[in-house]
T-cell receptor, first 113, second 111 residues
Framework: NAGVTQTPKFQVLKTGQSMTLQCAQD?????MYWYRQDPGMGLRLIYY???????DKGEVPNGYNVSRLNKREFSLRLESAAPSQTSVYFC????????????FGEGSRLTVL | DAKTTQPNSMESNEEEPVHLPCNHS???????IHWYRQLPSQGPEYVIH?????VNNRMASLAIAEDRKSSTLILHRATLRDAAVYYC????????????WGAGTKLIIKP
């Protein structure tokens, strides 16, 4: 089982460039999430999608957009990257929106110069 | 949102039990207590969660205080592979079931 797959694993951008992080899950989960993790800190929720066709802002949505393409896929887009967006990004999914186990991808390390 | 307080780091010897504490004095009656861990350079992984009663699974045990203002994650026999950052997190209706992550406890296992 692949679980949650993120691409790319590493990316270097220049300030002002755009890019999209891709995430796919093969567990038929309804809910999907994008987090960022800065050094020495816990995860912060950027956006989430409780079900196909819906998206909601998390703690730190500014500078990001998301698309729930279908039940499997949830992408995160940076329209104009800034150095403050240098971070490790994690995608996660779970069966429902309420309590339950979150399954995480391996992370995407983004550096904005 | 209800917050949790954990020690920044803890050390333990290999093959001994480990008790990781978590304080959550502002927990509401419907908040669940979750534990995740994150090994170096990996995504977090689920460990255990509970509401009121103590819980056991193949990875660990969760002991919840009677007033629910604190809990303890118990690793019964630590191995070097258990060295990770352990996060204690609350979620419930008030946070729309989103997990609000703190900095966690870095567990160091000494051989």
């Amino acid at each position: 089982n692949a679980g949650v797959t993120q691409t790319p694993k590493f990316q270097v951008l220049k300030t002002g460039q755009s890019m999209t992080l891709q995430c796919a899950q093969d567990m038929n989960h309804n809910s999907m999430y994008w987090y960022r993790q800065d050094p020495g800190m816990g995860l912060r929720l950027i956006y989430y999608s409780a079900s196909e066709g819906t998206t909601d802002k998390g703690e730190v949505p500014n500078g990001y957009n998301v698309s729930r393409l279908n039940k499997r896929e949830f992408s995160l887009r940076l329209e104009s990257a800034a150095p403050s967006q240098t971070s490790v990004y994690f995608c996660a999914s779970k069966a429902g929106v309420d309590t339950g186990e979150l399954f995480f991808g391996e992370g995407s390390r983004l550096t904005v110069l | 949102d209800a917050k949790t307080t954990q020690p920044n780091s803890m050390e333990s010897n290999e093959e001994e039990p480990v008790h990781l504490p978590c304080n959550h004095s502002t927990i509401s009656g419907t908040d669940y207590i979750h534990w995740y861990r994150q090994l170096p350079s990996q995504g977090p992984e689920y460990v255990i969660h509970g509401l009121t009663s103590n819980v056991n699974n193949r990875m660990a045990s969760l002991a919840i205080a009677e007033d629910r203002k604190s809990s303890t994650l118990i690793l019964h026999r630590a191995t070097l592979r258990d060295a990770a950052v352990y996060y204690c997190i609350l979620s419930g209706v008030g946070s729309n079931y989103q997990l609000i992550w703190g900095a966690g406890t870095k567990l160091i296992i000494k051989p």
